[in-house]
């Protein structure tokens, strides 16, 4: 029997909702998927403003939840649950989402499925490409970045993380300081196809570890020294210093990636493929530089579609189904959680030589 389930997602700057529905045979099929960006509303402040963020999920959410049952062709007597990502983010945000998503449990007298953003990131392969567990997860939302073996629904462990700046806020920081737009990632990422890569010596942080963690903070000074010994600054040095870049973080990518790789069996048997998912994910380079590592791995190499990369309630309406037929539901004192840790206790085993 079909199940069908609405998905909320407030957790940043992004006003989402959609409609995701699971056949007989736990196929995923998305009927709706609508997504609000409020880039413009925080364009000029070079980042998130919590409180703008906040009055934006306010004002638009329910005539998004309008909009995507109306697009899937459904109505509330319809669902099966609704789910709502409740952390981690902003906590006004997910408020907003939260409140609301609760008010129409209540009345509709449907489930309640309290998600979390990062594991609906994690599902989204299942969703799109169908993938069995267990499989290893590059991670890279917003200030995350982490390498985890999935090994379930709700079973997580972290093979390694960032010890400072995330990805995404490297890129996000790297761009500023060259005067590029908000958001960054996609400017650096432009930059960087006309740019030559070996024109800077950046560093590559913690490559050759034991451990599949990551540093990103001394890559982001370099290029600011970098930047500073050639100030002002022309477009061909721009271009240059965001190819050093992006360059530098691949090849870290690639390198943490392998190292996870060699301890992966040990936790969870060989994985079924190589994934990432979360917002750099969209990153052309990066997914090149994982297919091919995927493949010297012998395994598929598996990115959600560009639309998906980013937040959207498909992945958090999925993720509630994932639960749903497992029977994990929530109640209406489901807290809102600014932090929510995916996997609560890293692996910190030695990863195996060679």
Not at 10 to 28: I, N, P, R
Not at 199 to 213: Q, V
Not at 292 to 297: H, M, P, V, W
Request: hydrophobic share 50%; with cysteine.
């Amino acid at each position: 029997m079909q199940k069908t389930v609405l998905g909320i997602e407030t957790t940043c700057d992004e006003t989402a909702a959609a409609v995701v529905s699971l056949d007989e045979e736990g196929v995923g099929q998305i009927r709706a998927n609508e997504v609000l960006s409020q880039i413009a509303e925080h364009a000029a402040y070079g980042g998130v403003v919590p409180e703008i963020a906040a009055r934006a999920h306010v004002e638009v959410l329910d005539r998004l939840i309008a909009r995507a049952l109306e697009k899937a062709g459904t109505g509330f007597q319809d669902l099966d649950g609704i789910a709502v990502a409740a952390g981690p983010g902003l906590i006004g945000g997910v408020l907003v989402g939260l409140v609301t998503a609760k008010t129409l449990a209540l009345v509709t007298r449907k489930p309640l499925l309290a998600v979390n953003h990062l594991e609906a990131h994690a599902l989204t392969a299942r969703l799109t490409d169908g993938i069995a567990f267990p499989y290893l997860l590059l991670l890279v939302s917003g200030g995350h970045t982490q390498l985890v073996a999935v090994r379930g629904v709700g079973d997580y462990v972290r093979l390694g993380s960032t010890i400072d700046d995330a990805i995404g806020e490297a890129f996000d920081k790297a761009a500023k300081l060259l005067g590029l737009g908000y958001p960054g990632g996609p400017e650096v990422e432009r930059m960087a196809e006309v740019g030559d890569p070996e024109r800077f010596a950046l560093p590559r942080p913690m490559i050759g570890r034991r451990e599949a963690d990551f540093s990103l903070s001394g890559l982001k000074t370099a290029l600011r020294i970098e930047a500073e010994k050639i100030a002002p600054l022309a477009e061909r040095d721009v271009a240059d210093l965001c190819a050093s870049f992006q360059a530098a973080v691949v090849d870290v990518v690639v390198d943490r990636a392998r190292v996870a790789l060699r301890g992966f069996s040990g936790l969870a048997g060989r994985p079924t493929a190589l994934v990432a998912a979360g917002g750099v994910a969209a990153n052309g380079a990066v997914r090149r530089a994982l297919a091919s590592l995927a493949g010297e791995a012998g395994l598929g190499f598996v990115a959600p579609p560009l639309p998906l990369c980013g937040d959207n309630g498909a992945m958090i309406a999925w993720a509630g189904l994932e639960r749903l037929r497992l029977g994990l539901v929530d109640d209406l004192t489901a807290p809102a959680r600014p932090r929510w840790p995916l996997a609560a206790d890293p692996a910190r085993a030695a990863v195996p030589a060679g």
